[in-house]
């Protein structure tokens, strides 16, 4: 019976939350993300609303090119293939900032959070962009998968480089970042790896 008991607990142990990856301090935030593409406003493409998808391995084209093709075609995943996520933001500023911040498993679920910084300061300048992120999973055994993509919002008045805002996008981040107002966004999808 005290074998039977120790090994439920021990059981219900593995099956805890797992921190896969996690940012330590500011200067390893976007390191989490695995490929990110800037898409900037002018181009003629724009995001009003955080898009998530699970698709399989890249077919050598850029981020928002391959995730409006995985959103158009559901492919079959087996044990073989690798798994991704690509995330969509929405629409933003130039001074504002997104990375991954933490991403989880539980069993067959997924919890990936990221932040949302916006800027509070002045603008002089600005164009819109949105940023494409893709989370490589690896290959996964058999079964029905979940995720959890949180968007924690956050503000901000400072860079770490302010002269250099637009240029730096991937290594200039906020240096006084404070939760904002804005209730977290959720999004939500599910797979099946065969």
């Not at 798994?83 to 933003?92: E, G």
Request: proline share 5%; hydrophobic share 40%; net charge neutral.
């Amino acid at each position: 019976m005290k074998l039977a008991c120790f090994f439920l607990l021990f059981t219900g142990l593995l099956q805890a939350q797992e921190v896969l990856k996690a940012v330590k301090d500011p200067t390893q935030r976007g390191t989490l993300s695995d490929q990110r593409q800037l898409v900037r406003g002018d181009t003629g493409k724009w995001n009003d609303a955080a898009m998530l998808l699970h698709t399989t391995k890249p077919q050598g084209m850029p981020l928002d090119d391959w995730m409006d093709a995985a959103s158009e075609k559901k492919h079959a995943v087996t044990t073989a293939d690798e798994n991704w996520l690509l995330f969509r933001t929405r629409q933003l500023d130039d001074n504002d900032r997104v990375w991954i911040e933490k991403i989880e498993r539980s069993g067959n679920a997924f919890t990936i959070t990221m932040h949302e910084a916006i800027w509070q300061g002045n603008y002089f300048k600005t164009f819109t962009w949105h940023e494409v992120t893709a989370v490589n999973l690896g290959k996964l055994p058999a079964g029905d998968y979940t995720v959890t993509w949180l968007v924690k919002p956050l503000v901000f008045k400072q860079l770490e480089k302010p002269r250099e805002a637009q240029n730096n996008y991937q290594t200039n981040w906020p240096v006084d970042d404070q939760p904002g107002e804005k209730k977290p966004v959720e999004l939500k999808t599910k797979f099946t790896v065969q």
